[in-house]
């Protein structure tokens, strides 16, 4: 400990020297020193290890954090920034700034989860961003833009003229006058300034980049050491992302013997900074540290970096970083100085190459630590990267190390994001910088070089060959892939004009674009398994993700190729030549064999794709395609013929790779390669995926329509019937009359084969949407795929979006072509927004269009079907027009009416004609009727385009007339069709076959027409078709009406035997019919005295309430479906239910919740800030069968926990189960009571007076009665007894066993929910819970009925209705199940808030009482205490008046007291009302009571409108209360919402409608009483401040209000940092809906401890703010959050929806998101409505998936 010693003693004597110190001496002294670097080290060596790094930096204060930055700044950085500026640092800084013009590049570093915004009309590409406070200043915020939150790293781009294709300033950026941008900055600076800062800036950064760089542990550099060294050492941890946060924090705990949150905090330390020492001590203290680290680290993996490093080193580390973001803040006053930094940084030593201060920073980047690479790189970003002459500069520098710095960041394990290589975005997204790299460093070669030397898993043949994926290679290529990510920013943006020089460096980087591909050529090959299974699933994933990470790359290497001419032919050279050395190397050209078929023949060799070697993967001949596509577009084929080797190309081989690529698809599809395994299966599936196919399937199709456009067409289709290896059944001699194969799975092959030779042959004709094929726009192919997507249904934005395929700036196109095709339907409060296709694009429906899979193509023939059977058209899909070919494809028409499909149409006819077995199938049919529909519109096409008879070549129909030849003689294909248009088995292709024949027939017309020298249109033509047509409809009509008879018919038998049936089973009809009426509910019930017109007014509470009629109450149980009466002595009935605590109605978020054990729940303080809600489903049960069912879940639970852990979505634990019938989560059960009886008459009614006088003697005998129990002697006299009652009567139990019992089950539930405490039967606080449940539930259910304004009572659903009045009659019979004297003495105490009594002590003051709880209370324990009465004189009912009109009053007091009344002129009627002026008077007496406390209020109008207001949400709830326990039907008035609801409610309630009649009628007896409230201190206190006033009417609590756009909560998001770890970024922050603070979720900084368990922020934010109930909305991901205690939770969609109705969950679409309020309100209903345990119940039940989310985490 000496070390530590030593330390301790002279800080009197440092801050003596500290305060002597002066920079401004300091500065002068330095200025006259011959070396300043030597004087300026010489200080740094005594300072720095005085002031950092002083002791064991864990416990560090923020007090100790604060001395260092104060030292630092006073005794290290003051004196530079006097010797920089000449004079006071401040006034120098202020004036370098005024005189500085500021650049118009913004430059602003975006934090992590920052909002930054892409403008998708005016980037440059998808990288150029802004920052909000730009964007909103742009011209960009009225265009589409897309929203994005940052990684952090990257900068704003305004004032980038390059990033921009318009409107690049922003206001606050728009460059002020006419600057001179060549002018130097440096030279606008005092000439000795600028000497000062060459010299100190030399000197600090080289300072800097010696220390950041040092590598020895306990030296230091020459001029460094410091004065006296002691034995102080630091323990240091380093980051690594291969441990996890779990093995950093277990090991530590055991190394430093430090607590788990100490270990937490350091974990999360050196996550962030990279670095964190752990131990500070002497040498061997440290060492032992180090060695425990490594040892317990080091057995699955490397073990954790650990350094022993002496403590001045790590003092000049840290000062290091101070210095360079000191530099980096100075140089933000001016340009010149950001100049002269640059030219420091960049300034080659003596050492020649890569010898720079910037240099050994970057080359040695991956040393270094997380921490130092930050700040360093945000010093480049401010500096290089801002001074446009060195931006280029640095680029230079980059791109010469660009090969040391990838593979160094190969080796390193840190993220990209910390590495020097990000920087690669910054540099090579400027189209000119990346051009003039390409030119001086051969950036395209460079970077296309370093990606394949890395990729060095080869097979024989030098292809690619990815072995099975372990960790640590998948890690490798995901770092290998960043590279594709540089290449794609350098090609991203296609030059204008080319120089020489550059086609020459984009030449060479294509070739080896070309190298990389041809390694990629034939990767994966696979050959088919027959007789066994495959064993292992081969490796597929690695090679596809190569594939889709180059789709843009090569698709953007055509663009380029696209703009040059010379470029092209050079690159499609090339590209030839590539594949014809690919080629040679193939094995497969050994046996050539001849075929011959429809007197053609053709010279092929052998090979069959089910046998031999197959590969997916084609890039270089694909590349090929994409090229020749563009020879045609740019028709530099047409114009340059000579200077293309068109020559070398043999059509076969071009084809030959595409075509079995696809045929392996068809054989696939025919279930040939079943053995195979998965990996083939996921190879094809991406084939097709929009993803690839680009590159892949669509390039397939172009190389065979290539192929094909210079083939002889019979010998095209001979080659393709010969690789789908059908070529044996169509050349047999009597092909016709079917091969015919015994067994039956071949036949099935060959079926499925054909179809899809079939369909390959009509795709190849007939798919001309792209731009160099066909004569269409890129536009036409975006709107056909949309036209296509919409046809198999209404689609939604973002699923359109995902079926069409992304270009480089991640743009479909699809917007510019949308609003044309489909029309949009807004959605409602759930769903989303979907677009429909306009009806007159139905025409170009195709169905066979190439990029259906099966499942889609199949539904959009059933939606178009049905559709044109809608609008009565026949069913017929016939192809649609095809645009015209392009001249170098124009021959592609020719296959159509070739000899060898013309033989294959009339094979596959003739078997149709005669199905003899499985021969063939209905959509071998369909396709070859396809293919002859598209022949017959290409010669319809030509017939109308050309000027006379000569010129048409294509002469399909004289063809199909033809009889076959010799050796199969048959009918031609127009008598085959003919023969199938009547066939009954083709029903479904009649319309199809009528609609060719009618085609033949009008082209024949026209040709007869053309000869005689006119063309006709087809409009004329339509004679033989009209009457086809009608025949058709007059035949469909027939059968229609014949179905319909047949219909009326069954109609009439079945009604004739439902008659039969009841007659018979009269007498059971009837029953069934009574007891229906018997059960209706109790509002629609009236009492039998209504109908009389003597009882006008229904009252529910007092001697002269209307009882319910007394009947008979009968249930269903849903379990065993046996009815049963509910009777207080029968079989008990519950019902399911859930209790939960709750905080909806809370007014008070900052009360802590109450300690279980010594809460007294007695008196509800009026805030309520803690509640318990009950809520049901309505189902009921018998108590028995729901006591087995409960008990089979609980088993069931215990088996499940031995086999899977992980919650359900109920825990049977605390009691939950889902009720039996609809799932609902219940925890509890209510059983049910019957009703009250109806009033006795024949009792007294004593006045509020004398009731009271009664009651306080019988509380004085009970009084007297407890003392005596509790002593056994009493003291003093006995107090006179009332007579008839008796306190030692104990009244029989009204219920059977089975209802005590569930009365017992509830009380607990309640009890146990409510304190969070064990169950517990004897405590005497259990009653008091179930009275307090059934008031709270009141309570809110009448607040949500006033919030949305409907009537009071008849609009409640009935499970609502069911649940209150069955918890009303539970709680007024729940004191049977109670001791007696606890009741009594609740009773007691609670009166004695209302009427004073000597015996009880510290009663509340009224304003700390909500008065309808203590109604409720009052009411339901004073049936205890009446129960004692025999005397059966008085009646209940009388005493519940009573209470109810004391309750009143004192809440009238309560709301006065509370009122604020603004002075307000209202034209008032000059005589004032009586209540107003009874109002004033009140308010006066409370004035005298209390003096000044209370302001004067003159205006009774005011005053009395205030009671009034205040006062009906209590009224309102007692209605309910006394309706619910007395079963009284509501009067009319009440059932609906409107006027008149004051006076019928009073009147229902049996009080005057002026309430204040209550006081003033019993003014006497009130007055004491009044006295008394007001004059209790605790009133006082309050009023004065003293405590939270609750003002009356209290507002309903809604959710905070959310702003209108997404990006405002994204920006504050941004700004809030974790309140744990100072000042760090949070990563998930997430906005609690409810109170709106904000929380740092899912992290280890903030997790804490409830109950003994781990929770993160939400779930610990719940538990205070919402009672274990929380709703958060998480900013960076758009979802709504729900916690529900510890174990449960669930998102929910967010109420931000994007223009076209859409959420955007995790944010990932960028559409600009706005807030939908009617979502919202809806979740704040299910707020309100206490709804979201039960969403969360139902969520969880559905999405039962094996990985669970640890909810009490986030």
């Not at 002469?955 to 008598?975: D, H, M």
């Not at 709106?1636 to 409830?1650: D, F, N």
Request: aromatic share 8%.
């Amino acid at each position: 400990m000496a070390a530590a010693q030593s330390d301790r003693d002279p800080p009197s004597a440092l801050c003596a020297e500290f305060l002597n110190f002066s920079a401004k001496d300091t500065a002068s002294r330095w200025l006259a020193a011959a070396d300043l670097q030597q004087e300026v080290y010489a200080h740094l060596a005594v300072y720095v290890p005085r002031i950092l790094c002083l002791g064991p930096s864990g416990s560090s204060s923020s007090r100790e954090e604060q001395r260092e930055e104060l030292a630092c700044q006073l005794l290290l950085l003051a004196p530079l920034e006097w010797l920089l500026l000449g004079e006071e640092p401040a006034t120098g800084l202020a004036l370098l700034q005024e005189k500085n013009q500021p650049s118009p590049l913004c430059g602003h570093v975006f934090k992590v989860g920052e909002p930054t915004y892409s403008c998708r009309e005016c980037a440059a590409d998808p990288t150029c961003v802004l920052c909000m406070q730009c964007f909103l200043g742009s011209v960009h915020k009225e265009h589409r833009y897309r929203m994005t939150t940052s990684g952090g790293g990257g900068f704003c781009d305004c004032g980038d003229a390059e990033a921009w294709k318009k409107g690049p300033y922003c206001q606050k950026h728009t460059p002020t006058e006419t600057r001179d941008t060549e002018e130097d900055p440096v030279a606008q600076l005092p000439p000795d300034l600028v000497a000062r800062g060459y010299s100190i800036f030399s000197i600090i950064l080289k300072y800097a980049v010696d220390m950041l760089t040092w590598e020895q542990d306990d030296q230091l550099p020459a001029g460094l050491e410091p004065p006296e060294k002691g034995d102080t050492y630091y323990c240091m941890l380093f980051n690594d992302e291969v441990h996890t946060y779990e093995q950093v924090i277990y090991t530590l705990q055991k190394a430093v013997n430090c607590s788990q949150k100490e270990a937490v905090s350091f974990a999360t330390t050196v996550d962030r900074d990279g670095r964190k020492s752990v131990r500070y001590g002497d040498f061997q203290f440290c060492e032992q540290a180090k060695s425990v680290i490594v040892r317990n680290t080091s057995r699955q993996s490397k073990p954790l970096r650990v350094e022993v490093m002496h403590s001045s080193v790590v003092a000049h580390q840290c000062f290091a970083l101070k210095a360079l973001s000191w530099l980096g803040q100075v140089i933000q006053y001016s340009d010149g100085l950001r100049r002269i930094l640059c030219q420091v940084g960049l300034q080659a030593a003596a050492e020649g190459e890569n010898s720079s201060l910037v240099d050994q920073l970057m080359l040695n980047d991956s040393k270094m630590w997380k921490g130092a690479r930050n700040i360093y790189h945000q010093l480049l970003m401010n500096s290089l990267l801002m001074d446009l002459k060195y931006k280029k500069i640095f680029a230079i520098q980059f791109a010469k190390n660009y090969r040391r710095l990838q593979t160094d960041f190969m080796e390193d394990d840190h993220e990209r994001v910390v590495s020097v290589t990000s920087l690669s975005v910054q540099l090579f997204t400027v189209p000119t910088m990346a051009r003039m790299l390409m030119v001086e460093e051969n950036l395209m070669k460079t970077i296309i070089k370093t990606f394949v030397d890395h990729l060095r898993h080869r097979d024989l043949q030098g292809r690619f060959q990815f072995d099975r994926y372990t960790a640590q290679q998948a890690f490798k290529f995901g770092r290998v892939q960043s590279l594709i990510g540089d290449l794609k920013y350098v090609l991203i943006s296609r030059p204008s004009e080319w120089s020489d020089q550059l086609r020459i460096k984009f030449l060479e980087g294509f070739e080896a674009f070309l190298e990389l591909l041809k390694c990629m050529q034939g990767m994966d090959p696979v050959v088919r398994q027959v007789g066994q299974h495959i064993e292992m699933e081969p490796e597929w994933e690695a090679a596809f993700t190569l594939q889709m990470k180059l789709t843009h790359i090569i698709s953007m290497i055509q663009e380029w190729c696209s703009t040059d001419e010379r470029v092209l032919i050079e690159a499609y050279r090339k590209c030839l030549s590539a594949l014809s050395h690919c080629h040679s190397s193939l094995p497969d050209g050994e046996q050539p064999i001849s075929l011959s078929l429809a007197g053609h023949c053709v010279e092929t060799f052998r090979y069959q794709v089910s046998q031999d070697k197959v590969s997916i993967h084609l890039p270089v001949c694909r590349l090929l395609a994409g090229l020749h596509v563009l020879l045609s577009r740019t028709e530099v084929a047409s114009r340059f013929p000579e200077q293309l080797p068109l020559g070398e190309l043999s059509p076969p081989l071009l084809i030959e790779l595409p075509l079995r690529c696809l045929v392996l698809c068809a054989q696939v599809h025919a279930g040939m390669w079943r053995r195979n395994g998965f990996s083939l299966i996921n190879q094809i599936y991406y084939y097709h995926n929009v993803k690839c196919r680009v590159e892949m399937f669509d390039k397939d199709v172009i190389m065979l329509q290539v192929g094909a456009s210079m083939m002889d067409p019979n010998h095209f289709l001979m080659i393709v019937l010969s690789r789908f290896e059908l070529f044996h059944i169509f050349s047999s001699a009597d092909c016709r009359k079917r091969y015919r194969e015994a067994n039956k799975d071949v036949v099935q092959q060959n079926n499925t084969l054909i179809e899809e030779m079939l369909h390959l042959i009509i795709m190849v004709v007939g798919e001309r949407y792209v731009s160099g094929v066909g004569q269409v726009e890129a536009f036409d192919e975006v709107r056909r795929e949309i036209v296509h997507q919409l046809s198999i249904r209404p689609m939604a934005h973002s699923e359109l979006v995902k079926a069409l395929p992304e270009n480089g700036n991640k743009e479909t196109g699809l917007e510019r072509v949308i609003d044309s095709v489909a029309s949009f339907k807004k959605p409602g409060v759930t769903g989303r927004g979907l677009y429909e296709l306009r009806p007159e694009w139905n025409k170009h429906f195709n169905l066979y269009f190439h990029h259906y899979s099966r499942a889609d193509q199949s539904k959009a023939e059933e939606a178009q079907r049905k559709l044109r059977r809608q609008n009565g058209e026949d069913t017929a899909l016939p192809p649609p027009l095809p645009p015209p070919l392009c001249p170098l494809f124009g021959s592609l028409v020719n296959l159509l009416q070739c000899d060898v499909l013309l033989a294959v149409e009339g094979a596959v006819l003739q078997w149709a004609v005669e199905p003899s077995g499985g021969g063939w199938t209905e959509s071998m049919l369909q396709r070859v009727l396809h293919l002859v529909g598209v022949a017959l519109l290409e010669e319809h096409q030509q017939l109308e385009n050309s000027s006379g008879d000569d010129d048409v070549t294509f002469n399909y129909t004289a063809k199909i007339t033809r009889p076959g030849e010799a050796p199969s003689t048959s009918g031609s294909v127009l008598a085959l069709l003919e023969s199938l248009q009547n066939a009954p088995h083709l029903e479904v292709h009649k319309d199809m076959i009528t609609w060719i024949l009618k085609m033949v027939t009008n082209i024949k017309t026209m040709r007869e027409r053309t000869s005689s020298a006119s063309t006709v249109t087809i409009s004329q033509g339509q004679g033989p078709e009209e009457t086809v047509r009608d025949k058709d409809k007059a035949e469909r009509k027939r059968k229609a009406e014949m179905a319909r008879l047949r219909r009326e018919k069954i109609m009439a038998q079945m009604s004739e035997m439902q008659k039969h049936f009841i007659n018979e089973n009269k007498e059971l009809f009837q029953q069934s019919l009574e007891e229906l009426e018997a059960s209706t509910s109790a509002a629609a019930e009236h009492s039998p005295l209504s109908s009389e017109p003597s009882c006008v007014s229904q009252v529910c509470v007092g001697p002269r309430r209307v009882g319910g009629a007394e009947r008979r109450q009968l249930v269903t149980c849903i379990l065993c479906q046996e009815e049963q009466e509910v009777r207080g002595h029968g079989r008990a009935m519950v019902l399911a239910a859930f209790v939960q605590r709750s905080t909806v109605l809370s007014k008070n978020r900052r009360r802590n919740l109450p300690d279980p054990e010594h809460h007294d729940p007695l008196f509800m303080h009026p805030d309520l800030s803690l509640g318990i809600h009950t809520a049901s489903c309505g189902h009921i049960m018998h108590a028995t069968c729901w006591q087995r069912y409960f008990e089979a879940v609980q088993l069931k639970e215990q088996r499940r926990q031995q086999r899977l852990r992980g919650h359900t979505s109920y825990d049977v634990e605390n009691g939950e189960f889902l009720c039996p019938l609809c799932e609902c989560l219940s925890n509890t059960v209510i059983p049910l009571l019957p009703h009250t009886h109806s009033p006795d008459h024949s009792v007294d009614h004593p006045n509020l007076e004398a009731w009271l006088r009664t009651a306080n003697q019988q509380i004085a005998v009970l009084h007297f009665a407890h003392r005596k129990q509790s002593d056994g002697v009493a003291e003093g006299a006995e107090p006179a007894v009332p007579e008839g009652f008796r306190v030692d009567f104990t009244p029989q139990n009204p219920f059977s066993s089975s209802v005590s019992e569930m009365i017992t089950t509830f009380s607990m539930s309640t009890y146990k929910v409510g304190l969070k405490v064990n169950p517990n039967e004897q405590d005497h606080r259990v009653p008091v819970l179930i009275w307090s449940t059934c008031a709270y539930t009141i309570q809110s259910i009448e607040r949500l009925l006033m919030d949305e304004e409907k009537p009071l009572f008849g609009s409640l659903p009935c499970r609502q209705d069911d649940c209150l009045s069955s918890l009303t009659r539970f709680s007024s019979a729940c004191w049977t199940a109670a001791p007696a004297t606890t009741t009594h003495t609740h009773f007691i105490r609670l009166l004695s808030a209302l009427v004073p009594d000597s015996q009880v002590e510290n009663t509340p003051c009224i304003l700390d009482i909500d008065m309808f709880h203590l109604l409720v209370y009052t009411v339901l324990s004073y049936n205890s205490v009446h129960s004692l009465d025999q005397s059966g004189r008085s009646g209940v009912d009388s005493a519940h008046l009573h209470l109810l009109h004391l309750v009143t009053v004192a809440h009238l007091v309560q709301v006065l007291l509370t009122s604020t009344t603004e002075e307000v002129c209202m034209d008032q009627d000059s005589l004032a009302t009586e209540e107003e002026e009874l109002t004033c008077q009140l308010y006066n007496t409370l004035r005298k009571h209390l003096g000044s406390v209370l302001p004067e209020v003159t205006s009774g109008w005011q005053l009395f409108h205030c009671v009034k207001v205040g006062v009906l949400p209590f009224l309102r709830a007692a209605a309910l209360f006394f309706h619910y326990l007395n079963s009284t039907a509501p009067p009319a008035d009440l059932l609906v919402a409107g006027p008149g609801q004051w006076e019928a409610l009073c009147s229902y309630l049996s009080l005057p409608s002026n309430l204040l009649q209550l006081y003033q009628s019993q003014h006497t007896l009130l007055e004491p009483l009044i006295h008394r409230w007001c004059c209790h201190p605790g009133v006082r206190q309050t009023l004065q401040g003293g405590g939270v006033i609750v003002r009356f009417p209290r507002e309903s609590n809604r959710l905070i209000e959310l702003p209108e756009d997404y990006s405002v909560l994204i920006n504050q998001a941004s700004s809030f940092t974790c309140p744990r770890s100072g000042g760090d970024k949070s990563r998930a922050p997430t906005l609690c809906l409810v109170c709106g603070s904000m929380l740092c979720s899912q992290s280890y900084c903030c997790q804490t401890e409830v109950d003994g368990e781990d929770v993160g922020a939400c779930t610990a934010h719940t538990f205070t703010c919402g009672a274990g109930l929380g709703l958060f909305l998480r900013v960076r991901e758009s979802q709504v959050l729900f916690v529900a205690g510890k174990t449960k939770g669930c998102f929910y969609p967010p109420p931000y929806l994007d223009d076209y109705g859409e959420t955007d969950q995790g944010l990932k679409r960028g559409n600009p998101l706005h807030l939908c309020t009617e979502r919202y309100r809806k979740i704040e209903r299910l707020w309100r409505q206490h709804g979201i345990a039960e969403v969360i119940g139902h969520a969880q039940e559905a999405n039962q998936t094996l990985v669970a989310i640890d909810w009490q985490h986030l």
